[in-house]
């Protein structure tokens, strides 16, 4: 069993960044693929960013590749999403989700536990 909390989230401006993080319980975090994943009003949760086990291995969606970066540091249980350039399309509910396979996957239902969401908001 995994349990995730996300921070990092709020209010910036058009151009801003933001670090959101995740923080995991369990003693095999190290042994999960992360998932990062968001949600924007009316719109279904797509998929933002995953990492592999080791930090070795990732996968970025194509629209924020080049803005956003995917981290991990296993020793202390966390899964960090850094968001730069950010614009207000990027406006949405951030999800950290984790996935007991070693391999990075981009779909909702690959995923086994997920967090609460924190909220992104982007002002033009």
């Known amino acids: 069993q995994v349990q995730l909390v996300e921070s990092g989230g709020g209010l910036v401006q058009s151009g801003g960044s933001l670090r959101l993080s995740c923080a995991a319980s369990?003693?095999?975090?190290?042994?999960?693929?992360m998932g990062w994943f968001r949600q924007a009003p009316g719109k279904e949760r797509e998929f933002v960013a995953a990492i592999s086990w080791g930090g070795g291995g990732n996968k970025i969606a194509d629209f924020v590749k080049g803005r956003f970066t995917i981290s991990r540091e296993n020793g202390k249980n966390m899964v960090y999403l850094q968001m730069s350039s950010l614009e207000p399309e990027d406006t949405a509910v951030y999800y950290c989700a984790a996935r007991n396979l070693w391999n990075i996957a981009s779909e909702d239902p690959a995923y086994d536990y997920w967090g609460q969401g924190t909220q992104v908001t982007v002002s033009s």
């Open positions: 369990g003693r095999t975090f190290s042994m999960y693929t």
